[in-house]
């Protein structure tokens, strides 16, 4: 890390070395002719000098990959997973329901609620006909 | 090639100057809907309620159910 470091990266244009650092003979002459006026390079020359200094250019650095698909793959996996281990666990751990859950406690508590007149103008007594006793 | 000098100051501004009058205008429209989507219909059922709202009556029907402990239902 306190070395000169190459990087691609976005939002880091110019990196700490370039990308070719051993240059060989060709190379070498190339860096001596951009010593000299940029117009007498040529096209491929430029682009040769581009490519010593940087890896990727921008669109490749921004190029689309499949990793997506990894990411969802492993995600529906690991939800798979997590189901099966809440099955295991609703068998053998959870302990018995409380008795005010059955159905015969639930209709006792529903039917004190509307006699109690709860919530009687916008919410839940609203919603019962006391004339004909049923739901609206 | 020549590209032209991109905008170096005033961005904040040209920013708040297209996105606060939307903001205000959404605000707006939200607090609008909300009062004449939530609050007025809310008001209209609670007087609605009470104009026809006999409390002796209620009363008596839940005594009758039996939820009360100061007043058991008639014929106890």
Redesign the interface.
């Known amino acids: 890390m306190s070395q000169p470091m190459y990087l691609d990266r976005l939002d880091t244009p110019l990196p700490d070395r370039p990308w070719k650092d051993v240059l060989d003979s060709t190379d070498k002459s190339l860096k001596q002719k951009e010593k000299g006026p940029w117009t007498a390079l040529s096209k491929e020359e430029k682009i040769a000098l581009y490519r010593l200094k940087f890896n990727h250019t921008y669109p490749e650095m921004k190029r689309p990959s499949h990793e997506w698909k990894t990411v969802i793959g492993g995600m529906f996996i690991v939800f798979g997973i997590t189901g099966l281990v809440v099955f295991w666990q609703c068998h053998y751990v959870y302990p018995p329901q409380p008795h005010t859950f059955g159905e015969e406690w639930q209709a006792k508590q529903i039917q004190?609620m509307l006699?109690?007149?709860i919530n009687?103008?916008?919410g839940f007594s609203?919603q019962w006909d006391?004339k004909n006793k049923q739901w609206k | 090639m020549s590209l032209a000098k991109p905008a170096m100051r005033g961005l904040l501004g040209k920013r708040l100057r297209f996105h606060l009058p939307i903001a205000f205008a959404l605000s707006v429209v939200a607090a609008a809907a909300f009062k004449y989507g939530v609050t007025e219909p809310r008001k209209q059922a609670y007087a609605d309620f009470y104009k026809q709202y006999d409390a002796t009556k209620e009363f008596n029907n839940m005594r009758e159910a039996g939820i009360f402990e100061s007043v058991r239902p008639t014929g106890k």
């Open positions: 004190r006699d109690m007149r009687p103008i916008t609203a006391y």
